[in-house]
């Protein structure tokens, strides 16, 4: 097995080798040539399983920057590379259940039914149609009043904790597959909702958009982190930031990068989410851009992401800085014409 494994990484590593040299004077060649790279070095590649489950709650109270974007394509690109993903939709416009394809119209058991009345996780999650080994606890149009619902409620901030607890207690008594990952997909805003996603995660991944309203918003969120680890789950950690809407053509955008890995060095991922027309259409065809257009430049660098993630917690793999297309943001945006 691991003969094979050394056989596959050598044979990657000489098609890299083959490519052709670009530099600073020429960018679109640069570009494609980090796509081409990205594509040899990643697909078909299995990514490592974390030693435990890893609950990551996706949040930015800012709305726009691709929390749901993220959520998703990280999701499908880690099922994609062999792990077990669950995603709870817990916003109420449930577009991340629409993006991975799963049934959310009002009446399907959905996050409402386990938040509002106690229903178990495990006659509501549905696997997606696209992507084997991924998992999504739908949202439906109920959950737009479980905020005011859940106001007089018994525990009403960990209620999605004991939901999933229970959950992957089920999966272990009946003999499936353990979850490696479990996405939570926030509203742009700090409602119980969102406290609720918070009290259930271990770690907290934010999506930030490079321009300069996107660093207003995350001084809030990190004070709201910080009061959520003080008074109910000391546990949380921002682990993660992923710069997303990235235009290298501009120099707000780099400003923006810049100041953000200054400032959070070990927790901003090397990789960079470009803009791509081919991401914003996904969801209209019920996809991620992980099914919907594989190779285009959006998928790839949501694929790098995700083995970047998934190689932060796994032991023995190494610094993440040896990730694949590290050394370099796309040259430019892509339209993925």
């Known amino acids: 097995m691991n003969a094979s494994i050394d056989a596959d990484d050598a044979r990657r590593a000489a098609l890299v080798q083959s490519l052709p040299a670009a530099d600073a004077d020429t960018p679109l060649m640069a570009e494609l040539q980090l796509d081409a790279r990205r594509r040899i070095e990643l697909r078909g590649r299995r990514f490592p399983r974390p030693p435990a489950t890893r609950v990551i709650t996706v949040a930015n109270q800012k709305g726009g920057v691709g929390k749901t974007t993220t959520t998703v394509n990280l999701a499908a690109a880690l099922a994609q590379a062999g792990l077990q993903v669950l995603v709870l939709d817990n ?18 058991p959905s996050i409402y039914e386990v938040l509002v009345d106690g ?4 006659g509501a999650v549905q696997e997606s149609p696209e992507v084997p080994g991924l998992w999504c606890l739908p949202a439906t149009i109920d959950l737009s009043g479980a905020e005011i619902e859940l106001v007089s409620m018994v525990a009403r901030e960990t209620r999605l904790r004991t939901a999933l607890e229970q959950y992957l207690q089920w999966r ?6 353990p979850i490696d990952y479990v996405f939570v997909d926030c509203p742009p805003s700090l409602g119980l909702l969102t406290v609720n996603a918070f009290v259930v995660a271990r770690e907290v991944l934010i999506p930030i958009q490079c321009e300069y309203y996107a660093l207003e918003g995350l001084s809030q969120l990190l004070k709201t982190i910080d009061l959520i680890q003080a008074h109910l789950n000391p546990a949380l950690e921002v682990s993660t930031i992923l710069l997303t809407m990235y235009d290298a053509r501009t120099n707000l955008a780099q400003q923006v990068a810049d100041e953000v890995r ?13 803009r791509s027309v081919r991401i914003s259409e996904a969801p209209s065809y019920g996809q991620t851009v992980m099914t919907y257009d594989a190779g285009s430049s959006g998928a790839l660098a949501y694929l790098e992401a995700a083995r970047e993630l998934a190689e932060r917690a796994a032991p023995g793999t190494g610094s993440t800085n040896e990730t694949v297309g590290a050394t370099a943001a796309p040259a430019a945006t892509q339209e993925d014409m």
């Open 91 to 108: 916003d109420p416009q449930g577009n991340a259940s629409t993006a991975l394809g799963i049934e959310h119209r009002a009446g399907t």
């Open 119 to 122: 229903a178990p996780m495990h």
């Open 172 to 177: 272990r008594d009946n003999g499936h597959e």
């Open 262 to 274: 200054t400032h959070f060095p070990e927790r901003t991922l090397r990789t960079t989410v470009p």
